[in-house]
């Protein structure tokens, strides 16, 4: 049976230094059938013309740029409008995969017909790209109740349904986490997502991102809770679920 042509996003700001590896890492994916959306969300570096020149690198490659800068989550949206798959794949430019990450997303479709949401597990490197031994670990199916006590979803790992995607675009503020209130409105219809236990993300660690900052993190962990329609004794009673897998996690990177 042939599969699916999957669509990945790749949005890109001030990223000149870390989009060639993550370029890469898609470029040389053992499953074939993709084609790659990088969004330059009006970069200030040579980002710009960096994409131009990867896009020539394959033929499955498209380049766009934004006439005004949009932030993360409205690049996403915009880079699933202009798909031609079925399924959205998404990757930040900083971010990488292993080679058969797709592959094996399939092959767990093939297992799970009705799945809408897919993800993996996560490896992790610092900003120059040397690999950290803690590693993610991944739950082979996980529900909206299990996700609300820790999102496990990494979205740089996820496949998702487009129609999905459509249905529940990123929202445009800035002080929440985007993906997470995506896949926790998802879990609202869909009983579970499935998962690949498996690193086959590496996510790279830095001190200027969202997660880089615990307290900032925090913050916008509570502002997601809210936004997504629970109560204040139920945001308090996950927060406190946030914090121990926070803390559990941090200490093993």
């Known amino acids: 049976m042939e599969k699916p042509l999957i669509s990945v996003v790749m949005p890109a700001y001030n990223c000149e230094k870390t989009i060639g590896q993550a370029v890469d890492s898609v470029i040389a994916q053992t499953c074939p059938n993709w084609e790659l959306l990088i969004l330059d969300d009006r970069s ?3 980002t710009a013309q960096l994409i131009e020149a990867l896009q020539g690198k394959d033929e499955r490659i498209r380049a766009f740029h934004n006439e005004q800068n949009q932030g993360v989550g409205n690049t996403r ?3 699933v409008e202009l798909a031609k798959g079925d399924w959205i794949a998404f990757l930040d430019s900083d971010d990488m995969w292993m080679p058969e990450k797709l592959e094996k997303q399939l092959a767990l479709l093939d297992q799970n017909e009705n799945a809408q949401l897919l993800f993996t597990g996560s490896g992790f490197m610092n900003e120059s ?8 670990h991944v739950p082979p199916r996980i529900d909206r109740k299990r996700l609300l006590r820790q999102n496990l979803v990494s ?10 995607m459509l249905q529940h675009p990123f929202p445009a503020q800035s002080d929440m986490h985007e993906d997470f209130a995506v896949w926790l409105q998802i879990l609202r219809e869909e009983e579970y997502a499935c998962g690949v236990d498996e690193p086959l993300l590496i996510y790279r660690l830095s001190a200027s991102s969202k997660s ?5 993190a925090a913050r916008m962990n509570w502002n997601t809770y809210r936004r997504s329609g629970l109560g204040l004794f139920s945001s308090l009673y996950y927060m406190g679920c946030y914090a121990v897998n926070g803390i559990r996690k941090y200490r093993q990177l």
């Open 77 to 79: 949206n915009r880079g």
């Open 129 to 136: 790209g040397e690999a950290l031994a803690y590693v993610l």
């Open 44 to 46: 200030t570096d040579g």
């Open 212 to 216: 880089g900052n615990k307290l900032k």
């Open 155 to 164: 979205c740089s790992s996820v496949l998702v349904k487009k129609e999905q």
